[in-house]
């Protein structure tokens, strides 16, 4: 502990052993190795699932090639997201200026690819080079007669959350502009879910047995058609609320369209959200079907999850993720499996985020905000869990220490969304857990010497 | 050579000004690697923080280990006023977090845009005596706009050694060897053939601990082995350096500095994959090390020649195309020439101005049978291979759709494989990689042979 950096010290909190206190929405210390990405990852995250649209980066090479296809969102339709472009900037473009480039390099993808929308992220250079991103799009806009947006998403210019708020801002200027008409009474707009393992899939599947119209998903398995009339829709439901927050709140004020907060993860807030859907129409028929489908769904999957928690009872976790709101469902969820939260951290998490961890977490649970490897490791080896769950960055620090891991992020490719997404994700847990190779790992030999000497 | 088709005659395809599906990574991804190969180093990016963990998560999908990379994670007033401030700051975390005993500080697209002096900053920085005793500060300039992660790669290790080589008496026996970017298999085996030859080398990096190691009862901040610094300092003392690549020999690189600096003999030659490729190499070590090739791998080469003439049947005439980096696909060109392949298509994202010749010089029989791109994109290749009709695909997990797409399997090699597990653990060189490649090939031939007929053969 005394080798982490002074100026994160605030960043760490311990239930029960002081006073609450936790500081957060920092910018990340130099030379820290945050696990945080930047401002252009955000938008790249929240615009990607957009299956019809062109999605082309502007800026040197690197942004583009980290970032495609590696992400599970999947597509019923166009898999036009799956491919990388990118202006693949250079020195002389550097010098001269990159938005001929652009220009050219926009109009040949459209002609060639005939995308309903484009979207074009701005990186770190692009701004600093002096090219009028705006512009260019507007006038490929006028020439090809569709969107063109820009999203501008300079990496430095923050951290992910502004990325998320560029991307909003960009969503914005489609919502409005597509036609309502046959947009029934009982409508939802689903924000912030991007079809992972095809998750989406599984809740659309609720609402239309619940009798509720789903209008647009934002943006898993998104078109840009859908999202034109987003406005439409009787109600925002928010998830992963860090990224979709803006747009939520920013139709409330534009359409008057209401929102509220959900989580698709663990049973408990599966069910809450769809009963907050409903008590949002307050109709007694979808009150019933909403009731039927619940129970339906638990008759299935309770007994499966009652044998899981009999055999991973005690067990602990660690949780390290992008945003806090996962981080509530996910503790909920391993409490539903008998499981305890040793470890709870988020990388963009906000003072109410953390609070409401707090309140939810045991006594003794570490909470931590914006980490490092090497404090996650720490973390790790003190609390001695049996199970981490987070994303690749935090994969090799779990193996290398032989504790179980699962991947909660953006490139899983087991849907954990929904009732049966809370059985795939006991199933993981279980294989992660119980797998016997961690009886060969030299962590628990020596524990096991270690014991076996006392 | 005057035969090999080059990139002007690729009129027949449509000519993108994007570039789609790059078939490349930036520059400080490959200097990040090399800086891990050096024993007690951090690699570090002066740049915005998404950088380093975009960097981390792909270096990480392949390798399966930890890999921290430090950034001085820039923010607007820092592109503004420069970013001196949270470089100090960065350095100064990270000797407190890590005691590195090296940092590698490569530059990015944003502090060579915004012309930070990088070089000067770290010498104010070296010259406070408050940071006396520190770690070595190495600068490496690495703009993302520039060339690919190959050009940071070996930009790293030239630097590396610029920064620690220093004049000294000749070490009997010792030699440098830069062997570019392979896998940390291949570094071990490298190792090993020294080892036999009865010399010492100094191996420029050595991640082959620190990128495929143990499982550990407590985290290692920075993971045990890599070239040692000390061995670094020492590279003005060998007998000769060698260097793999033959698209690289028109720049400077850390064997031409040794031997413009302190008169150090380079020998710059291919990456050693196939037989003839690594005959040069073994017939070099004879002559450095004055020793017959030791039996051990005499026996090796030989069993190699056996197995070729064991499967020369089922691959003799198949096509194939190869990409990745350029000197990765040239040596892959030499083997596959020499078992009778075809590589119908050898493309990459590099633009050396060396790749059409290189691969015409290791496959002589093969003049006027290979396409050649360079600064070619996956889609572009796409595009030629669906013309080509190859029979497989050899390089690196990026293939993947094309393959899918034709329909033909992909043999993988290279970096990164984040499709399938132990991409660190693929031989490429020597005999014994080729001994790997070959049975790797013959057996996905077979493979779909048995698949597409209708009789289900049991044996072949």
Known sequence: MSEFLKERQRQVYRKGEQPYQIDCEKQSASGSVSQRACVFCGSRVVLYPIADALHIVHGPIGCASYTWDIRGSLSSGPELHRLSFSTDLRELDVVMGGEKKLYAALCELIDAHRPNAAFVYATCIVGIIGDDVDAVCKRVSQEKGIPVLPVHSEGFKGTKKNGYRAACDALSQLVGTGSIADIRPLSVNILGDFNIAGEIWIIREYFKRMGIQVVACLTGDGRVDEIRKAHGAALNLVQCSGSMMYLAKSMEEKWGTPFRRVSYFGIEDMAQALYDATRFFNNPEVLERTRQLVKEELDVVLPQLTEYRRILKGKKAAIYVGGAFKAFSLVRALRSLGMQTALVGSQTGSREDYEQLRELCDEGTIIVDDSNPLELASFLEEKDVDLFIGGVKERPIAFKLGVGFCDHNHERKEALAGFEGMLNFAREVHTSVMSPVWSLTPRKLSKQTKECAA | MSTIQTISQRSQLPNFVATRNA??????????????????????????????????????????????????????????????????????????????????????????????????????????????????????????????????????????????????????????????????????????????????????????????????????????????????????????????????????????????????????????????????????????????????????????????????????????????????????????????????????????????????????????????????????????????????????????????????????????????????????????????????????????????????????
Request: hydrophobic residues 40%; proline residues 4%.
């Open chain 2, 23 to 460: 078939c490349k990574l930036c520059a400080p991804l490959g200097a990040s690697i090399a800086v891990r190969g050096i024993e007690g180093a951090l690699p570090f990016l002066h740049g915005s923080q998404g950088c380093a963990t975009y960097m981390r998560r792909y270096i990480i999908s392949h390798f399966r280990e930890p890999m921290d990379i430090a950034a001085s994670s820039f923010n607007e007033a820092s592109t503004i006023f420069g970013g001196g401030e949270c470089l100090y700051q960065g350095i100064r975390n990270v000797t407190s977090q890590y005691h590195p005993a090296l940092i590698g500080i490569a530059t990015t697209c944003l502090s060579e845009t915004i012309g930070e002096d990088v070089a000067q900053l770290l010498g104010r920085y070296e010259a406070d005596p408050e940071n006396a005793g520190g770690p070595v500060l190495v600068h490496m300039s690495t703009p993302s706009y520039s060339g690919t992660h190959m050009d940071g790669f070996h930009a790293a290790v030239l630097a590396v050694v610029e920064k620690l080589g220093v004049q000294q008496e000749a070490i009997k026996g010792r030699i440098n060897l830069f062997p570019g970017m392979v896998s940390a298999s291949d570094l071990r085996y490298l190792k090993e053939i020294v080892a036999d030859f009865a010399l010492t080398a100094v191996l420029l990096p050595d991640y082959s601990d620190t990128l495929d190691g143990q499982a550990l009862d407590t985290y290692n901040k920075i993971p045990a082995g890599g070239t040692p610094i000390a061995a670094i300092r020492s590279t003005a003392g060998a007998m000769a350096s060698v260097e793999f690549g033959r698209t690289i020999l028109h720049r400077k690189t850390a064997a031409s500095f040794l031997k413009a600096e302190f008169g150090i003999p380079a020998h710059r030659m291919g990456t050693p994959i196939g037989v003839r490729e690594t005959d040069a190499f073994f017939h070099l070590l004879e002559i450095v090390s004055g020793r017959a090739t030791p039996e051990k791998h005499q026996s090796e080469r030989g069993r190699l020649i056996d197995a070729y003439v064991d499967g020369h049947k089922y691959v003799y005439g198949k096509r194939a195309v190869v990409y990745g980096e350029e000197d990765m696909v040239v040596g892959l060109a030499a083997f596959l020439a020499e078992i009778g392949v075809i590589p119908v298509l050898c493309a990459s994202g590099g633009e050396s101005g060396l790749l059409a010749q290189s691969v015409a010089a290791v496959t002589p029989e093969l003049e006027g049978k290979i396409v050649v791109r360079e600064g070619t994109d996956f889609m572009s290749i796409a595009e030629e291979a669906q013309q080509l009709a190859p029979d497989f695909l050899i390089g690196s997990s990026k293939g993947q759709s094309v393959a899918r797409q034709l329909g033909v399997p992909l043999i993988r090699v290279g970096f990164p494989i984040h499709d399938r597990i132990g991409g660190q653990r693929i031989l490429h060189l020597g005999y014994r990689g080729a001994q790997q490649l070959f049975d790797h090939v013959v057996n996905t031939i077979l493979e779909c042979k048995q698949q597409d007929s209708t009789i289900g053969y049991s044996y072949m």
